[in-house]
């Protein structure tokens, strides 16, 4: 069965085979999607890189790809990019050549401070348009972009200000969340105070809602520079690069000392992006497409603006949340109006909808005909809200699973190449270029149903990270040296006998807040950082709408004779400060004591079972039994 309703066997056996029997000749033929500048000398070169590079020497640029090949190829008067804000009220439709207008004109302004190949710019903005032309104008120039999400605070914006070191920021004055007004330029501003690496320069768009004031010397209007540059005709040219050089660095999980930079290169980004369009969403060039996330994660970076960009398609970007932007409709409403024939969301969007509307009343009240499928991923899909939103849609709901450091989809079904059978609680087959094997702590594969370590088969596909920003010796040691011949994924599960991959969590960590992967260590830095707290633990537990919430335990120093419950509210102030909101960390509950094995490591496996309400046993090693009933005492007085 396709989208369409036809009945079709997959072609995605056939396919598979092809990209495993021939990985060279499989990407050199996705390649032909790609217009290149030099063609490749060798498709894949083993002796660059940690474990080798794809399409080594060719030249390409991937700004051109996205917009000026689109402008001159017929698609100039088509609508690029869609950007709906019920936040603000507002709607607003960007051509391929308007985009392409706007984006070399920005270009300009960057070179203007001195921005030249490979140096590295950092975007810290909302969701508007603007976020979207300043990556295509650092690709544009083969400047290396850096986008920060918003919900970051200045601490975290400094490290990666650190790690970066961009001769540039450019942000917004403001973003908006439902009745408030989020102040970015102060955030921006105690960052660079913060960090030891100064940029030139921070080019600021003032957005209505709240106008920012501007430091001399340091801030420049971006309105004021865009006019400027109109007015002249300044306009940047495409800058030809590597296609081994990288695009962008995105920073991925990990809260304390130096952060890791995931380096997407040009070349390989481009091909497999372009192979997943088609091949994975099936989704045409001309046809409106839309992923609701965030540009500061890398499924809004794939799908929100290269991947649909570099098809040709429309790509609409949504500043507003799934649920209170105005009510539970918001998500059809956006179908409806822009006619997108796919949906690309998190599990916690509909976890949401699902609470507000459980009977799906409002989506009768808008028309869904343009729609074909839904896609979730970002976190484990489970499997009452799949089926939740198959009877309510009346479509395939297709869940599948990537990471930051792949770029797209390891595993999924396949719906441009015919749908296979859905499993509910599996995230799919592996996607062509994934050899994806599960093991034992020796490397050894376990046999099917049985849980084990997910690991990847090198060399990895192209699109993956090459490495960490100026971290090779990191990038081998965390991903590459605990299994030999494969790359970590760092998450836990099984293969059935279909070759059908179920992930059940991580095995670091590393949890998932609304898609968002944090670090429970990080966190747990922070709690030990306040002065009356001897020692503490920090889990996920699993929370109806963002899958898992972190919760902190704390125990307090001798002698402390403050209130426990001040105490709390100023960890969760704390953690909030230091990490931002985005962590949801709400809830920090003071214990006598954590439960430990006679070694003095923290049982953070039964707690958290215990937590989440799951059966669980008295671990062999443990050394008082009663601190485990303190732990759920402690959790029932809370929920009472």
């Known amino acids: 069965m396709n989208v369409h309703g036809n009945k079709v066997e997959s072609r995605y056996h056939e396919v598979y085979a092809k990209a495993v029997a021939d990985p060279e000749g499989f990407w050199a033929e996705a390649a032909k999607e790609i217009d290149w500048i030099e063609p490749a000398k060798k498709i894949f070169d083993p002796d660059q890189g940690p474990y080798g590079r794809w399409f080594a020497g060719a030249v390409v640029n991937t700004c051109y790809n996205a917009l000026d090949r689109h ?4 698609r100039a008067d088509q609508l690029a990019l869609i950007h709906d804000s019920p936040l603000t009220g507002s709607v607003t439709r960007l051509t391929y050549a308007e985009m392409l207008r706007e984006v070399e004109t920005l270009a300009a302004i960057i070179q203007d401070f001195g921005v030249t190949k490979g140096d590295r710019v950092i975007i810290y903005m909302p969701m508007i348009p603007e976020a979207v032309i300043a990556m295509l104008a650092c690709a544009r120039i083969g400047a290396v972009h850096g986008v920060v999400f918003g919900g970051f605070a200045a601490r975290e914006l400094a490290v990666r200000i650190d790690d970066a070191q961009p001769k540039l920021i450019l942000c917004a004055s403001c973003g908006i969340e439902p009745g408030r007004i989020v102040q970015y330029k102060p955030l921006v501003d105690e960052a660079i105070y913060l960090a030891s690496s100064k940029p030139d320069a921070v080019v600021v768009f003032q957005r209505p809602q709240h106008i920012c004031e501007l430091k001399p010397g340091q801030d420049h209007d971006w309105a004021a520079l865009r006019s400027a540059a109109l007015a002249k005709g300044h306009k940047a040219p495409c800058v030809p690069v590597q296609a081994t050089d ?76 799934p649920v209170g932007t105005p009510d539970a409709g918001a998500f059809w409403r956006v179908i409806s109006d822009h006619k997108a024939v796919a949906l690309f969301t998190a599990p916690t969007a509909f976890r949401a909808i699902r609470k507000d509307d459980p009977e799906g009343r409002l989506i009768g009240n808008y028309d869904l005909s343009s729609m074909r499928v839904l896609f979730l991923a970002g976190e484990r899909a489970d499997p009452p809200t799949v089926e939740w939103a198959e009877q309510q849609l009346k ?86 040296t605990d299994f030999p011949g494969y790359y970590k994924t760092s998450d836990a599960g099984f293969k059935d006998e279909d070759g059908y991959i179920f992930v059940m969590g991580r095995t670091d960590d590393i949890i998932n807040v609304a898609g968002h992967r944090l670090s429970t260590g990080g966190m747990e830095e922070i709690l030990a950082s306040h ?77 958290k079972k215990i937590a989440d309400g799951d059966d669980w046993t008295m671990p062999a090693t443990i050394e008082d039994p009663n601190a485990l009933d303190e732990i759920g005492n402690a959790l029932k007085d809370r929920s009472e």
């Open 71 to 74: 402008a001159a190829g017929g």
């Open 246 to 321: 990288p695009l962008y660095i995105l920073y991925t999980s990990g809260t304390t000392g130096i952060p890791k930079g995931v380096v997407r290169d040009n070349g390989g980004h481009l091909v497999a992006l372009k192979w997943t369009m088609a091949n994975f969403y099936s989704v045409q060039p001309g046809e409106v497409w839309w992923c609701a996330s965030d540009i500061g994660w890398v499924v809004g970076h794939s799908y929100i603006v290269y991947g649909p960009l570099i098809h040709g398609a429309t790509t609409v970007m949504y500043e507003g949340k």
């Open 395 to 480: 479509l395939p709901v297709i869940d599948h699973w990537w990471q930051t450091e792949t770029g797209w989809t390891i595993a999924g079904n396949p719906v441009g190449l015919g749908v296979l059978p859905v499993k509910y609680g599996s995230t799919g087959v592996p996607m062509p270029g994934y050899i994806v094997d599960v093991v034992d702590e020796a490397a050894k594969l376990v046999p099917v149903n049985t849980m084990g370590s997910i690991v990847i088969r090198l060399p990895m596909p192209p699109g993956n990270l090459p490495t960490l920003w100026a971290q090779d010796d990191r990038f081998i040691e965390t991903y590459l």
């Open 531 to 607: 002065p009356d707290v001897a020692e503490c633990a920090v889990l996920g537990i699993k929370d109806a709408i963002k899958g898992e919430v972190p919760c902190g335990f704390l125990v307090l120093k001798a002698g402390v004779t403050r209130s426990p419950s001040q105490i709390e509210k100023e960890i969760v102030a704390l953690v909030r400060e230091k990490l931002g909101p985005v962590a949801a960390f709400k809830l920090a509950i003071t214990v006598g004591r954590l439960p430990k094995t006679r070694s003095g490591k923290i049982l953070r496996g039964t707690m």
